[in-house]
């Protein structure tokens, strides 16, 4: 289909683009004033700062990531007595404003950020504190879940959103030298040249924004938001930036996880949908990842139609370290691969953007997009990966225009868009795009000689089982990685009518169980037939051959232990490659030292931990443990009504002395243990020398299994 003209613009004016359904697929729609798209970390910055300069009553920020380090502008002096420092330049706001509140609301991150993030404890923001600076660490989301919005409210009536984060590596001119001494961290590190956009809106839409930094602040500290209500009246705008658009209907969709009082929110794939579908003539995507199946399912039955529209995704080369490219990176190849398949009208392109200069130097621009732009009539943008987190686990926020009526700014976006990315004007891109009628042909033909490309992603999974395990969700689950959050799911029924359940729950256990010994049978059998047999087989003999193959089985078992990774997972392989007898001593005594161990750490750290991980059950499981002492953590170690490591966390915070502990833990562990290893053994038995005898065994062992668990699970009923 081809690129609407500008009269099919105007007479698409006041139609509908798709169905707005409160709750659904919007959070909340309002007029926005004056708005802007800003694209890229110079601009931003400067707006940023131009912005609050103007605050008088309060300053917000939801953060991502928040780095008090950073330079807001490289190489240039302000008109202004203000610092260019963050850090400074809130400090001085503060002395010279006294009416002046600054609210930040930061995500209190994961463990896998500590070498990434600013430490606060050694920052200025807890050191030198201030009476006006109210900095909160937001903890109240699941486990491996994060608060991923990233909003900016000065006074109530102008508001930021999309994203960016006032952090390290976001800075960039839209230029994107691949070699520019001003993008630097704080501590004069280069990195990569970085794309991103973000939105600026006034008026109604900042009050919707305003109401969403309410809502966060109320349920992270558990208060009333203390700053006033927003005004009609609005003076703030930031003197770089030029309006796109005005009075137009913004919608906002939201994601959030299911957590304690509040419910799961998935509009923003909702509305990634709907878009989706009711596009005619092209949908251009720029985005950080592409991982969700179901968003990718979707352009693919867009491309199986004869008439559909061009599809175009921007994404980065390489996704970032070996932890991203092994697992979103992984996936990405994949449903791109699908993508690629799909495409028999030849409507699809997956591009990259490269950038090179006359001496030279030359490197790929790190994509940190979350933009989707339909029909030169529609424009998303917001903080949310087309990622299955971003999709279900995360918190995050979306922008629509364009939804009822065309956003005249739609193809502005787009045009301006292509042109940082080739290295043309907008009306060059505008003309090829008149003349072609297609945005893929546009970008083939503006790249030819540019320093600045839109060059082809290599597309394409290596290996079978690489694209086997991009086609399951376990490299980017649609659930939050929250123990607490996977047993509430698992065991939630309705109490008045709980025995109807039963036996759900009793095929659950089934269910598991065989799962496991399928698991390690397959991993045993797939490795032989998948991979290389013969370096799979060597691989396992130099392990069995290393003299330090009991200690590292051991240590795994520990960390398994502590983490919550499963131990029965681990029993199973490890019996499978090994031997018996190896996984059971090293998995009785690692998995009983990590017991130990968190034994430790809960009396260290007290009640609060638990609550935050596994709030509805923690009274239930401390008065179990409390009340029958050996026999109790001996039951729990059987058919644990809870994760091993949260088990140990109580004990610990239940002031249980280490001898009962340890006693119990060995007289639960031990037939437990037992009984996995022997019916793995004796499955594995089975499936190389299937005679009847083994196969007995096998089932007597099974049958021992689920009876004990049965037996046990009814008395602590």
């Not at 006359?358 to 339909?374: D, F, L, P, R």
């Not at 009306?427 to 790249?447: G, M, W």
Request: aromatic fraction near 10%; include cysteine; hydrophobic fraction near 40%.
């Amino acid at each position: 289909m081809s690129l609407p003209t500008h009269k099919q613009q105007q007479e698409s004016l006041g139609t509908g683009f798709t169905p707005l359904r409160e709750d659904a697929n919007y959070w909340k729609q309002a007029n926005s004033g004056r708005g802007a798209f800003i694209v890229d970390g110079e601009s931003y910055f400067r707006a940023f700062r131009e912005a609050v300069i103007q605050a008088e009553k309060y300053i917000c920020l939801l953060a991502w990531d928040f780095k008090g380090e950073i330079e807001l502008l490289r190489d240039e002096s302000p008109k202004d007595e203000y610092p260019t420092k963050l850090v400074d330049l809130i400090y001085a706001l503060l002395e010279q404003k006294p009416e002046l509140e600054i609210y930040i609301l930061l995500w209190d991150y994961s463990m896998v950020y500590l070498t990434e993030r600013e430490w606060l404890p050694f920052t200025r923001f807890r050191q030198d504190p201030h009476p006006r600076l109210h900095l909160v660490t937001d903890s109240e989301i699941n486990v491996g879940a994060s608060h991923h919005q990233k909003v900016v409210m000065v006074d109530g009536g102008f508001a930021f959103c999309g994203g960016l984060d006032l952090s390290t590596w976001r800075w960039d001119t839209q230029a994107h030298q691949p070699e520019d001494p001003l993008r630097v961290t704080p501590d004069g590190e280069q990195y990569q040249p970085y794309h991103d956009i973000h939105t600026a809106v006034t008026g109604p839409a900042a009050h919707a924004l305003d109401e969403l930094c309410r809502q966060r602040w109320q349920r992270a500290t558990k208060e009333e938001a203390p700053w006033p209500n927003p005004s009609s009246e609005n003076t703030v705008w930031p003197e770089s930036i030029q309006p796109n658009f005005e009075n137009a209907n913004a919608v906002f969709a939201l994601t959030y996880s299911e957590y304690k009082e509040y419910p799961a929110v998935n509009q923003i794939e909702e509305l990634h949908l709907d878009m989706i579908a009711a596009a005619e003539r092209y949908i251009y995507i720029e985005n950080q990842y592409l991982s969700s199946h179901t968003i990718t399912d979707a352009l693919i039955e867009r491309l199986g139609e004869e008439d559909g529209p061009e599809i175009i995704i921007i994404l980065t080369q390489d996704t970032g370290g070996w932890l991203e490219e092994g697992t979103l990176g992984l996936l990405r190849c994949r449903l791109l691969e699908k993508l690629v398949e799909a495409d028999t009208h030849s409507r699809f392109g997956a591009y990259f953007p490269h950038v090179s200069d006359e001496a030279g130097n030359e490197s790929q621009v790190y994509v940190h997009a979350k933009t989707m732009i339909c029909d030169d009539r529609a424009v998303m943008v917001g903080s949310a990966n087309l990622s299955n987190r971003s999709m279900k686990v995360d918190s995050e926020v979306m922008m629509t225009l364009g939804l009822d009526e065309t956003a005249e700014a739609a193809p502005e976006l787009l045009r301006r868009l292509l042109g940082i990315h080739l290295g043309h004007s907008q009306d060059k891109v505008d003309q090829s795009l008149a003349s072609t009628n297609s945005i893929n042909q546009t970008i083939r033909d503006l790249r030819k000689g540019s320093h600045h490309q839109l060059r082809n992603l290599e597309i394409g999974c290596a290996g079978p089982v690489r694209r086997k395990l991009a086609d399951t969700q376990l490299l980017d689950p649609d659930d939050p990685i929250d123990l607490g959050y996977w047993l509430r799911k698992a065991t939630r029924s309705d109490d008045s009518n709980q025995s109807s359940h039963n036996w759900k729950r009793y095929a659950i256990i089934a269910a598991s169980i065989a799962a496991v010994f399928l698991l390690g049978l397959g991993l045993k059998e797939a490795w032989g037939s998948v991979i290389d047999k013969e370096s799979v087989e060597t691989f396992f003999q130099s392990l069995n051959q290393s003299p330090w193959k009991l200690p590292l089985l051991f240590g795994i078992f520990f960390l398994a232990g502590m983490t919550g990774i499963s131990i029965n997972v681990l029993l199973v392989s490890a019996t499978l490659v090994i031997s018996p007898w190896a996984a059971f001593t090293c998995g009785f005594g690692g998995s009983l030292l990590s017991a130990v161990a968190a034994l430790y750490v809960g009396r260290m750290a007290g009640y609060p931990v638990l609550e935050k991980l596994f709030h509805d059950r923690l009274d239930r499981l401390s008065k179990k443990i409390q009340d029958r002492g050996v026999l109790s953590v001996a039951l729990l170690r059987l058919v644990p009504i809870a994760p091993f490591v949260v088990v140990n966390l109580v004990a610990g915070i239940s002031k249980m002395k280490l001898r009962t502990f340890v006693a119990g833990s060995c007289l639960g562990m031990l037939p437990g243990m037992l009984g996995v290893v022997f019916v793995t053994h004796q499955a594995k038995s089975a499936y190389s020398d299937p005679s009847w005898q083994t196969w007995l065994y096998l089932g007597l062992g099974i049958v021992a299994l689920l009876g004990l668990t049965f037996g046990v699970k009814k008395f602590i009923k």
